[in-house]
Protein backbone atom coordinates (compact mmCIF):
# COMPACT_ATOMS: atom_id res chain seq x y z
CA UNK A 1 0.00 0.00 0.00
CA UNK A 2 0.62 3.38 -0.70
CA UNK A 3 0.99 6.50 1.89
CA UNK A 4 -2.53 7.79 0.25
CA UNK A 5 -4.29 3.94 0.87
CA UNK A 6 -2.32 3.98 4.28
CA UNK A 7 -4.64 7.37 5.50
CA UNK A 8 -8.20 7.04 3.89
CA UNK A 9 -8.46 3.51 2.63
CA UNK A 10 -8.81 4.99 -0.81
CA UNK A 11 -7.24 4.12 -4.24
CA UNK A 12 -5.70 6.61 -7.05
CA UNK A 13 -7.83 6.75 -9.78
CA UNK A 14 -6.36 4.14 -12.86
CA UNK A 15 -7.97 3.04 -16.16
CA UNK A 16 -11.57 1.62 -16.00
CA UNK A 17 -11.57 -1.98 -16.61
CA UNK A 18 -15.88 -1.73 -16.60
CA UNK A 19 -18.09 1.40 -16.93
CA UNK A 20 -20.94 1.83 -14.90
CA UNK A 21 -23.27 1.81 -17.93
CA UNK A 22 -21.70 -1.71 -19.02
CA UNK A 23 -22.20 -3.30 -15.14
CA UNK A 24 -25.96 -2.18 -14.78
CA UNK A 25 -27.15 -3.66 -18.00
CA UNK A 26 -25.01 -6.78 -17.16
CA UNK A 27 -26.63 -6.58 -13.99
CA UNK A 28 -29.87 -6.19 -15.73
CA UNK A 29 -29.45 -9.05 -17.91
CA UNK A 30 -28.17 -11.40 -15.39
CA UNK A 31 -31.31 -10.66 -13.26
CA UNK A 32 -33.90 -10.76 -15.94
CA UNK A 33 -32.92 -13.79 -17.01
CA UNK A 34 -33.22 -15.28 -13.09
CA UNK A 35 -36.48 -13.93 -13.08
CA UNK A 36 -37.75 -15.74 -15.95
CA UNK A 37 -36.74 -18.73 -14.87
CA UNK A 38 -38.27 -18.36 -11.52
CA UNK A 39 -41.47 -17.23 -13.89
CA UNK A 40 -40.83 -20.39 -16.35
CA UNK A 41 -39.95 -22.83 -13.39
CA UNK A 42 -43.20 -21.57 -11.20
CA UNK A 43 -45.78 -21.47 -13.90
CA UNK A 44 -44.59 -25.23 -14.42
CA UNK A 45 -44.82 -26.04 -10.76
CA UNK A 46 -48.43 -24.65 -10.78
CA UNK A 47 -48.89 -20.47 -10.41
CA UNK A 48 -52.84 -20.31 -10.43
CA UNK A 49 -55.03 -20.37 -7.48
CA UNK A 50 -56.89 -23.81 -6.82
CA UNK A 51 -59.79 -25.03 -4.61
CA UNK A 52 -57.90 -25.02 -1.22
CA UNK A 53 -56.08 -21.60 -1.78
CA UNK A 54 -52.67 -20.63 -4.11
CA UNK A 55 -50.54 -23.47 -5.87
CA UNK A 56 -47.20 -23.97 -4.54
CA UNK A 57 -46.08 -21.51 -7.28
CA UNK A 58 -48.57 -18.80 -7.17
CA UNK A 59 -46.16 -16.42 -5.03
CA UNK A 60 -42.67 -17.07 -6.15
CA UNK A 61 -44.52 -16.68 -10.06
CA UNK A 62 -45.01 -13.09 -9.32
CA UNK A 63 -42.16 -12.24 -7.38
CA UNK A 64 -40.25 -13.46 -10.45
CA UNK A 65 -42.60 -11.11 -12.48
CA UNK A 66 -41.66 -8.07 -10.32
CA UNK A 67 -38.05 -8.75 -10.15
CA UNK A 68 -38.20 -9.36 -14.16
CA UNK A 69 -39.80 -5.71 -14.53
CA UNK A 70 -37.48 -4.08 -11.85
CA UNK A 71 -34.29 -5.72 -13.86
CA UNK A 72 -35.60 -4.38 -17.63
CA UNK A 73 -36.21 -0.50 -15.57
CA UNK A 74 -32.35 -1.22 -14.55
CA UNK A 75 -31.55 -1.77 -18.50
CA UNK A 76 -33.29 1.42 -19.92
CA UNK A 77 -32.12 3.63 -16.97
CA UNK A 78 -28.67 2.27 -18.16
CA UNK A 79 -28.99 2.65 -21.59
CA UNK A 80 -30.97 6.38 -20.99
CA UNK A 81 -28.24 7.67 -18.84
CA UNK A 82 -25.38 6.17 -21.04
CA UNK A 83 -22.75 6.98 -17.83
CA UNK A 84 -19.58 6.03 -18.84
CA UNK A 85 -17.37 6.86 -15.22
CA UNK A 86 -15.74 4.13 -14.00
CA UNK A 87 -17.61 1.25 -12.09
CA UNK A 88 -14.42 -0.63 -11.30
CA UNK A 89 -10.59 0.53 -12.25
CA UNK A 90 -7.80 -1.46 -12.62
CA UNK A 91 -6.37 -0.59 -9.16
CA UNK A 92 -9.31 -1.82 -7.62
CA UNK A 93 -10.04 -4.48 -9.61
CA UNK A 94 -6.09 -5.83 -8.41
CA UNK A 95 -7.03 -5.14 -4.55
CA UNK A 96 -10.74 -7.66 -5.32
CA UNK A 97 -8.36 -10.08 -6.94
CA UNK A 98 -5.93 -10.50 -4.09
CA UNK A 99 -8.35 -11.32 -1.60
CA UNK A 100 -11.24 -13.41 -4.79
CA UNK A 101 -8.02 -15.09 -5.71
CA UNK A 102 -6.89 -16.83 -2.79
CA UNK A 103 -10.49 -17.38 -1.97
CA UNK A 104 -10.94 -19.65 -4.90
CA UNK A 105 -7.79 -21.64 -4.39
CA UNK A 106 -8.97 -22.35 -0.72
CA UNK A 107 -12.14 -23.56 -2.40
CA UNK A 108 -10.81 -26.18 -4.25
CA UNK A 109 -8.07 -26.83 -1.77
CA UNK A 110 -11.12 -27.50 0.73
CA UNK A 111 -11.59 -31.14 -1.79
CA UNK A 112 -8.50 -32.54 -1.59
CA UNK A 113 -7.20 -31.37 2.14
CA UNK A 114 -10.03 -30.75 4.05
CA UNK A 115 -11.63 -27.65 5.25
CA UNK A 116 -9.69 -27.70 8.61
CA UNK A 117 -6.39 -27.75 6.75
CA UNK A 118 -7.06 -25.58 3.99
CA UNK A 119 -8.84 -23.06 6.39
CA UNK A 120 -5.19 -23.05 8.40
CA UNK A 121 -3.45 -22.86 5.20
CA UNK A 122 -5.55 -20.11 4.02
CA UNK A 123 -5.40 -17.96 7.28
CA UNK A 124 -1.44 -18.48 7.75
CA UNK A 125 -0.84 -17.21 4.25
CA UNK A 126 -3.43 -14.46 4.08
CA UNK A 127 -2.26 -13.38 6.72
CA UNK A 128 1.37 -13.60 6.06
CA UNK A 129 1.01 -12.12 1.99
CA UNK A 130 -1.48 -9.47 2.41
CA UNK A 131 -1.45 -8.85 6.05
CA UNK A 132 2.37 -8.51 6.57
CA UNK A 133 2.32 -10.35 9.81
CA UNK A 134 5.16 -12.63 10.96
CA UNK A 135 5.18 -16.36 9.56
CA UNK A 136 4.88 -17.90 13.27
CA UNK A 137 2.33 -15.58 14.03
CA UNK A 138 -0.01 -16.27 11.05
CA UNK A 139 0.80 -20.00 11.40
CA UNK A 140 0.39 -20.10 15.03
CA UNK A 141 -3.40 -17.86 14.27
CA UNK A 142 -4.15 -20.00 11.29
CA UNK A 143 -3.78 -23.16 13.51
CA UNK A 144 -5.54 -22.21 16.40
CA UNK A 145 -8.52 -21.15 14.72
CA UNK A 146 -8.77 -24.04 12.80
CA UNK A 147 -8.55 -26.21 15.54
CA UNK A 148 -11.41 -24.04 17.94
CA UNK A 149 -13.21 -24.08 14.72
CA UNK A 150 -12.53 -28.58 14.62
CA UNK A 151 -13.66 -28.46 17.94
CA UNK A 152 -16.97 -26.67 17.74
CA UNK A 153 -18.34 -28.54 14.69
CA UNK A 154 -16.83 -31.74 15.11
CA UNK A 155 -16.76 -32.38 18.61
CA UNK A 156 -19.46 -30.25 20.37
CA UNK A 157 -22.34 -29.82 16.99
CA UNK A 158 -21.09 -33.16 15.42
CA UNK A 159 -21.94 -31.88 12.58
CA UNK A 160 -19.70 -33.40 10.06
CA UNK A 161 -17.47 -30.73 7.33
CA UNK A 162 -15.14 -32.06 4.34
CA UNK A 163 -12.19 -33.25 5.61
CA UNK A 164 -9.35 -34.60 4.27
CA UNK A 165 -6.04 -37.36 5.02
CA UNK A 166 -4.88 -34.92 8.08
CA UNK A 167 -8.21 -35.60 9.54
CA UNK A 168 -8.23 -39.50 8.78
CA UNK A 169 -5.24 -39.83 9.83
CA UNK A 170 -6.19 -38.99 13.94
CA UNK A 171 -9.37 -41.08 13.20
CA UNK A 172 -12.27 -38.57 12.39
Not at 56 to 61: A, I, L
Not at 149 to 158: A, D, K, N, Q, S
Amino acid sequence: MNSQEDIDGSVAPSAAVITKRTAEIVVGIVVAAFALLAIVSNYKLGAGWADDGPQPGYFPMRMGIAIFLASLVVLVQALRKNDRSAFLEQAQAKLVAIVLLPLIVYIAAVQFIGIYVASALFIGIFMCLVGKFSWYRSALTGVIVSLVLFWIFEIMFTVPLPKGPLEQLFGY
